[in-house]
C-alpha cells in the first residue's frame, strides 16, 4: 500500500477550443488555459464519491501534471481499466463498499498488476507482504497473491472495511490504507479533531498527495471521453477474458497447448504465478482470453476431477455460464433452478466464492427447459 513516486499520470483536458464547442483535443503546455480549469471545476463538483469533493489546488496539479505529461500512459491506464474495473466492481459489490474505491489502484500502481514499490509493496493495490499474510493471501513458493487480481482485490476490501469501521471517515480510511493507521491516529491527536483536511497536515507528505491524487484518477476515468483520450486496449481487453477455478497443479505450457495461446500471454494474465499453477486445496483462479476458452473448457472437462459428462448422460443439457459483477453463486443456483452443491460438483469447486468472468458448467434439466418454452 505504498503511493508510487512516479505517479501513474496522464490525464486530458479541454482545450479552449474545446470549452467553445469544437472537438477536444489533447492538450499541451500551451493550450492548458484558465477557461480549462474552470470546465475542470464544473465536472469536478458533479463527481460522485464517498465523500465531499474538495478542490484544492493539489487535485488541479496532478489533472494538469496528468494531461501535459503522461497521455500516452493515460490511454494505457484506461485500456487495463477495461479488464480490471469489473474485478473492482464485482468485489466492492460483494462487500457493499462505496463503488467509487475502484479507483484507488489507478493511484496505487497504475493497474498494472506486476508493480513494485520501493518499500516492497506490490501488485494492483501494492500490499506489503505482512500486511498480503494477515489478510490470508500466499506469498511463499513463487506464488504471490498479491499479483493476483482477484485475491488481492478480495483482501483490499477486507482492508478498507476494517479501516471504515474504524474511522468511519473515507478519507481517514483511504489515508491509513496509505500510510497505515498508527500514522494516522497520530496525526489525529495532533490535529485534534478528526476532519481529513485538517488531519492530512501531520500526515507523511506522500499521503498529503494520496485523496487529491484519488479525486484526479476518479476524474479522468469518468471523463476521458471528453478529452477525446482512447483507452490502449490489449487483444485481452478487446476480447474479453474467461476464468476458471483450478485445484489440480498445471504448467503454462500444457494450458498454452490446450487453449490455443502463447505461454506469454498466459503469464501476463497470470502474474502470481512464476509457470504453473500449483495443487490447491481451495483452487486457483486461471484467466485465458475468452477466445481461447472452448479449446479449453472441451480440454478441462475430459480430466478426470473434472469430468462431469454423465449428467449429459442423464438427459441434461450442459451449458455454461459467465458469472457477471456481484454474482452470488446462490443467486446463480437459483436462477438455474439447482443447488449449490450441484454447481460446485459440476464445477470441481472446493469452496462457494464465484468471480466475476468466471465460467462455469451448468447442466439444465429438461423440466428447466420446457418450463422455458
Not at 132 to 145: N, P
Request: net charge positive.
Amino acid at each position: 500500500m505504498k503511493f508510487p513516486w512516479i505517479l501513474i499520470v496522464a490525464m486530458a483536458c479541454h482545450s479552449t477550443m474545446a470549452v467553445y464547442g469544437a472537438a477536444p483535443r489533447k492538450l499541451d503546455a500551451d493550450t492548458w488555459t484558465s477557461a480549462t480549469e474552470s470546465i475542470i471545476h464544473q465536472r469536478l463538483e458533479q463527481l460522485r464519491l464517498p465523500f465531499p469533493v474538495k478542490q484544492t489546488q493539489k487535485v488541479m496539479v496532478y489533472i494538469r501534471d496528468y494531461t501535459v505529461v503522461g497521455v500516452n500512459e493515460t490511454e494505457a491506464m484506461l485500456g487495463r481499466a477495461a479488464l480490471l474495473m469489473p474485478v473492482f466492481e464485482h468485489y466492492l459489490s460483494i462487500y457493499q463498499l462505496p463503488q467509487e474505491l475502484k479507483y484507488l489502484p489507478i493511484v496505487e500502481s497504475g493497474l498494472k498488476a506486476d508493480t513494485r514499490s520501493p518499500a516492497g509493496a506490490r501488485g494492483l493495490w501494492q500490499l506489503m507482504e505482512v500486511t498480503a499474510r494477515q489478510y490470508k493471501l500466499r506469498v511463499t513458493g513463487g506464488t504471490d497473491e498479491r499479483l493476483d487480481p482477484y485475491k488481492s482485490t478480495d483482501a483490499a476490501m477486507r482492508i478498507l472495511s476494517d479501516l471504515y469501521e474504524q474511522y468511519q471517515d473515507w478519507p481517514l480510511a483511504i489515508a491509513a490504507y496509505n500510510c497505515g493507521p498508527g500514522r494516522v491516529n497520530k496525526a489525529i491527536r495532533l490535529a485534534g479533531k478528526k476532519d481529513y483536511w485538517t488531519v492530512s497536515r501531520y500526515l507523511p507528505a506522500e499521503t498529503q498527495r494520496y485523496v487529491p491524487a484519488f479525486v484526479a484518477a476518479a476524474y479522468i476515468h469518468k471523463h476521458y471521453k471528453d478529452h477525446n483520450l482512447t483507452p490502449q486496449l490489449s487483444e485481452a481487453g478487446k476480447n474479453g477474458v474467461r476464468v476458471f477455478r483450478i485445484s489440480t497443479s498445471m504448467n503454462f505450457s500444457a494450458i498454452a497447448k490446450a487453449s490455443g495461446t502463447s505461454v506469454s500471454v498466459i503469464r501476463q494474465l497470470n502474474p502470481a504465478f512464476p509457470g504453473a499453477i500449483p495443487a490447491s486445496s481451495t483452487g486457483y483462479y486461471l484467466t485465458l482470453p475468452a477466445g481461447a476458452s472452448p479449446a479449453f473448457r472441451l480440454w478441462l472437462n475430459q480430466l478426470p476431477a473434472y469430468d462431469h459428462s454423465a449428467f449429459a448422460t442423464k438427459g441434461f443439457y450442459h451449458t455454461t455460464y459467465v458469472v457477471a459483477s456481484g454474482d452470488l453463486i446462490e443467486t446463480i443456483a437459483r436462477g438455474f433452478q439447482c443447488s449449490v452443491a450441484d454447481i460446485m460438483r459440476w464445477n470441481n469447486l472446493k469452496v462457494q466464492e464465484v468471480v466475476v468472468n468466471q465460467e462455469l458448467n451448468i447442466y439444465l434439466s429438461k423440466d428447466f427447459l420446457l418450463r422455458k418454452v
